[in-house]
């Protein structure tokens, strides 16, 4: 996926997720995803497969950022993000520049 524009979800969730056994790859630079009254999932919780997820550029905003990937690998790289990030996945790197990046549940 390609976003240079606002995607936002004005009440709840934003949610971006693939076909269980595809990897996630967004390229969001000058993008911003906006859920301030949810989170940001990229994948879904349910998914135990090798799922490879990659984010980058551009500003993730919301109360937490929740990245399922199953056995794969995260690779986020981005400006800014204002949520705690939780990921769950079988490595992650993770890395923004934000001013304070707050770091949930990670397994």
Same mark, same amino acid.
């Given at each position: 996926?390609? +976003? ?5 979800? %004005?009440?709840? $969730? &934003? ?5 269980? /056994?595809?990897? &996630?790859?967004? !390229? =969001? ?5 906006? @859920?301030?009254?949810?989170?940001? +999932?990229?994948?879904?919780?349910? +998914? /135990? +497969?090798?799922? $490879? ?5 551009? =500003? &993730?905003? !919301?109360?937490? %950022? =929740? ?9 986020? =790289? ?12 079988? @490595? @992650?790197?993770?890395?923004? @520049? /934000? ?9």
């Amino acid at each position: 996926m390609v +976003n240079a524009g606002t995607i936002a979800a %004005l009440q709840g $969730n &934003l949610n971006l997720a693939t076909l269980s /056994t595809n990897n &996630l790859n967004l !390229s =969001n630079v000058g993008g911003t995803l906006t @859920a301030l009254n949810g989170a940001i +999932n990229f994948g879904n919780l349910s +998914n /135990t +497969n090798n799922v $490879n997820t990659s984010i980058s550029g551009g =500003n &993730l905003l !919301s109360q937490n %950022l =929740n990245i399922y990937s199953g056995t794969g690998t995260v690779d986020v =790289n981005v400006d800014n993000v204002s949520g705690a990030v939780n990921v769950f996945a079988g @490595a @992650a790197h993770v890395v923004a @520049a /934000t001013p304070d990046l707050t770091l949930g549940q990670c397994s």
